[in-house]
Nanobody, 124 residues
Framework: DVQLQASGGGLGQVGGSLRLSCSVA????????IGWFRQAPGKGREGVAC????????YYDDSAKGQSTIVSDNAKKMVYLLLRKLRPEDTAVYYC?????????????????WGRGTQVTVGT
């Protein structure tokens, strides 16, 4: 079975940083793109960043450029999302998900498997 587990959320301070982790199991890492998404209260799920498990190609949503960094460790089947310069509007549940490599991008509808999410709360 495919299993994704997001962790690393918590309370962050404005201007601070948090590193989220996503462990992936039950699939061939190199055949998938791994994406990070978030859903703020009362809003839809939006893409943050994704990375190809095959060649490391990256893609960031415009809102995440300069503030987020996505990194993968293929040997460990882990994907990390570093959030910097935290703002209150970054408060959301963050999810990792996987899609076949042919669907590279940040369309949530293209992703087949989702983890449970980890809560990030940014306070002053």
């Amino acid at each position: 079975d495919v299993q994704l587990q997001a962790s690393g959320g918590g309370l962050g301070q404005v201007g601070g940083s948090l590193r989220l982790s996503c462990s992936v199991a039950g699939l061939i890492f190199e055949d998938y793109v791994i994406g990070w998404f978030r859903q703020a209260p009362g809003k839809g799920r939006e893409g943050v960043a994704c990375i190809s498990g095959r060649n490391g190609m990256l893609y960031y949503d415009d809102s995440a450029k300069g503030q987020s960094t996505i990194v993968s460790d293929n040997a460990k089947k882990m994907v990390y999302l570093l959030l910097r310069k935290l703002r209150p509007e970054d408060t959301a549940v963050y999810y990792c998900a996987v899609a076949p490599i042919s669907r590279f991008g940040l369309n949530p509808g293209e992703y087949d498997y989702w983890g449970r999410g980890t809560q990030v709360t940014v306070g002053t």
